[in-house]
């Protein structure tokens, strides 16, 4: 990744800080002047969007530092880590939730100044929209895992504060306190849910998960149309790293290919491959023909 982009990750993240902070402290207001607990439901997830702005800020200045000695390959996947931790969070979260609505179900309190209140979180909510937007887009323009863990947390805060909103307009409609906490609850298994989801994507991340199909695609066809010279290709295998692609495979050539030869074919491999992801570490094992295949094969396209 270019020195500008890193940049622009740690800028990011150290703004989510203040940004997560400020929305905090206005839906705190909201619930203060109303009294309502899915309010504070809503509140109390945005406790965790502070935790998780101040982990993203430190992780990714870590992931971002230079290989060394001790970690020859990088320390991309620190990013995986604040993703899990994040979700972890959000899961706690829930669970507060869960626990201050049912307190309140046997004995449901009507909202006190509701269109201030409501207002308030209203604001709220269109900040946290234009962060998630920014923090999504930049992130995986970027493909930063954390940045875009904390967008797609954010993002479902805004769904769940539109919720919250058509809930409790509901209440006040039908003259019912009972939504309220009844709304709390259902806000807290959609956060379980998006918990889950940052959690299971982060772990496919550092069980060294594959590239996507269509980015495998992508390679191949970099490939069969770079590899002229060679005799095939196979064992073809990639993984994701944070912010890095790790492409590696088998380069067979003829056993009377001169060394600089096949080096030739490789650079050319790299920079077709880099082409398509901009820093990938891509190691290639060049072998003499005879070898038996194995793995993923590219069929490599012949001169004409």
Request: proline share 4%; hydrophobic share 55%.
């Amino acid at each position: 990744m270019a020195a500008s982009g890193k940049q622009s990750i740690q800028q990011l993240a150290f703004w989510g800080i203040p940004v997560s902070l400020g929305v905090m402290a206005i839906k705190m207001a909201a619930w203060w002047v109303t009294g309502s607990v899915a309010l504070l439901s809503d509140g109390l997830e945005s406790f965790v969007n502070v935790a998780a702005a101040f982990i993203a800020f430190f992780v990714i200045r870590y992931a971002q530092k230079p290989a060394d000695a001790d970690h020859p390959f990088g320390h991309h996947k620190a990013e995986y880590l604040s993703a899990v931790t994040e979700g972890v969070l959000i899961v706690v979260a829930a669970l507060l939730i869960v626990q201050a609505a049912v307190g309140h179900l046997s004995n449901p309190e009507p909202m006190q100044a509701p269109a201030m209140g409501l207002a308030i979180n209203f604001v709220a909510g269109i900040f946290n929209l234009v962060w998630a937007r920014i923090l999504i887009r930049e992130g995986r323009a970027h493909r930063s895992v954390a940045l875009v863990a904390d967008g797609q947390h954010i993002m479902s805060d805004v769904v769940t504060s539109i919720g919250v909103l058509g809930g409790l307009l509901l209440a006040l409609w039908t003259g019912y306190p009972i939504f309220d906490p009844i709304l709390a609850i259902l806000v807290a298994l959609n956060i379980l849910y998006q918990g889950y989801a940052v959690i299971s994507h982060s772990i496919d991340g550092l069980m060294d998960k594959a590239v996507l199909p269509v980015e495998e695609a992508a390679i191949k066809e970099a490939i069969a149309t770079h590899a002229v010279g060679s005799l095939g290709v196979h064992d073809l295998k990639t993984r994701i790293a944070g912010s890095v692609t790790f492409v590696d495979f088998h380069l067979v050539v003829p056993s009377s290919m001169a060394v600089g030869e096949a080096h030739k074919i490789c650079d050319r491999l790299e920079d077709a491959i880099r082409a398509i992801h901009a820093g990938a570490e891509i190691t290639i094992h060049v072998e003499p023909e005879g070898e038996k295949a194995h793995g993923i094969r590219v069929r490599v396209i012949k001169e004409h």
